[in-house]
């Protein structure tokens, strides 16, 4: 699985998984969103529907 992140800079870079993931190569840096992909957010009023 293929795992790649939209960086908006906004955390502490020392506390931040994300930036963790991207340094020791675990996911990729991707400046917008592609196609075909399941966006996560951790404060999101409503699920995704079930494929």
């Known amino acids: 699985m293929k795992i790649n992140l939209l960086?908006?800079?906004?955390d502490d870079p020392k506390k931040c998984t994300a930036a963790k993931?991207?340094?020791?190569?675990?996911?990729?840096?991707?400046?917008?969103?592609?196609?075909k992909t399941v966006l996560l957010h951790p404060y999101a009023e409503k699920k995704s529907p079930k494929s």
């Open 7 to 10: 960086m908006f800079y906004q």
């Open 21 to 35: 993931l991207i340094k020791f190569g675990l996911a990729k840096k991707i400046t917008k969103s592609q196609s």
